[in-house]
């Protein structure tokens, strides 16, 4: 079942996981282009991501027909690594944790807005920036990497704490 979420400047925003082995994600609008994530087929999936994969040999995005470049990062202690890159139309985009709950999307190093989904059920709010200027590329890949991947992150030192209670009586 798609979730729907409406947008301040972009109006309805639909995001979709389809298929068979649910391997892949759309994200729609009347506003925005269409935005395609892909995992490849017999992929091994990871339960705790949506798409499945943080493998970018795995991934395939297409927004609005045309083929990007898709690179998550490994997502293993640090916040940052938590990161998902893509290069679309020569425009490079940035998804990177930077709160417990939310994410910060970059354009060409710009922060241009934040993000938020909980649980994976592909309701994402995004915040844009006052006085950044959103294309409607750009809320169609920031919905799209949000919903795949997640946002937010634990610091670093939270981590290592519940890593160390676990092993304490």
């Given at each position: 079942m798609p979730a729907t979420v409406e947008d301040d400047h972009h109006g309805d925003i639909r995001v979709e996981l389809v298929g068979e082995q649910r391997e892949t994600l759309v994200v729609s609008g009347e506003g925005i282009p269409r935005v395609v994530l892909?995992?490849?087929p017999g992929a091994e999936v990871d339960d705790h991501i949506l798409i499945g994969t943080r493998d970018p040999r795995l991934l395939t995005l297409?927004?609005?027909?045309r083929d990007a470049t898709i690179k998550p990062g490994k997502g293993k202690l640090r916040r940052r690594s938590y990161r998902v890159d893509v290069r679309c139309a020569g425009t490079a985009y940035r998804l990177v944790p930077d709160s417990i709950p939310s994410s910060r999307l970059t354009r060409n190093?710009?922060?241009i807005g934040d993000f938020s989904s909980v649980g994976g059920d592909r309701?994402?709010?995004a915040?844009?920036?006052d006085g950044a200027v959103v294309d409607p590329a750009d809320a169609a890949i920031g919905y799209a990497l949000a919903a795949a991947f997640g946002t937010g992150g634990?610091?670093?030192w939270m981590m290592a704490i519940e890593t160390v209670s676990e092993f304490l009586p």
């Open positions: 892909t995992r490849a297409t927004v609005d027909g190093g710009k922060h309701r994402v709010i915040e844009w920036r634990q610091p670093m």
